[in-house]
């Protein structure tokens, strides 16, 4: 046994478990403590950590929706959009409509008008011409005696030629 101590390893392993045997349970203590504190740490990490994911997992599902709110929300816009675009062209092809009638009638008192002023223009004309017509037959044709019984027949019609412009 003698030569168990004559060798420095043997005393270096005597003196560890030596160490340990005296030292061991404190030390295991506050090794077992830090790991205990290390495990608590990491506990509340992983609480903290489930409590984020929840969190970022409700604010996942509120965006999600309030993206699809605003989804449906943009569709009935997009719908009522076109509604309006449709009473809008709707409105605007009746109002040219309308236009398109109203210049037409405009047109047409125009034309009315022109030919009602080229009948007035015909009849003007035709009356000059069958007053200068009438004045040759008259001047070449009539004797002066004939001439008085027209002038007295007609101041003899008068009479009932204005009668019949007032009824008229």
């Known amino acids: 046994m003698g030569e168990i101590f004559a060798e420095p ?11 340990f045997a005296l030292f061991g349970k404190k030390l295991w203590g506050a ?9 608590a740490k990491i506990r509340a990490e992983l609480d903290e950590a489930a409590r ?19 989804a449906e929300e943009a569709r009935q816009m997009l719908a ?41 223009e015909v009849r003007v004309t035709a009356a000059e011409v069958a007053t200068v017509a009438a004045r040759q037959v008259i001047a070449d044709g009539l004797s002066a005696t004939a001439d008085e019984r027209l002038v007295d027949r007609a101041i003899a019609q008068l009479p009932t030629a204005l009668a019949q412009r007032r009824v008229a």
Not at 9 to 19: E, K, M, S, T, Y
Not at 106 to 116: Q, T, V, W
Request: glycine share 4%.
């Open 9 to 19: 390893r043997n005393w270096v392993a005597l003196a560890f478990i030596v160490f």
């Open 31 to 39: 090794i077992a403590g830090m790991l205990d504190e290390r495990a």
């Open 52 to 70: 984020l994911r929840n969190e970022a997992a409700a604010m996942l599902k509120d965006a999600q929706a309030r993206r699809d709110a605003a």
């Open 80 to 120: 009522g959009a076109k509604v309006e675009a449709a009473r809008l062209a709707q409105a605007a092809a009746a109002e040219a409509e309308a236009g398109a009638k109203r210049r037409e009638q405009m047109a047409l008192d125009r034309i009315a008008a022109a030919e009602k002023a080229a009948v007035d």
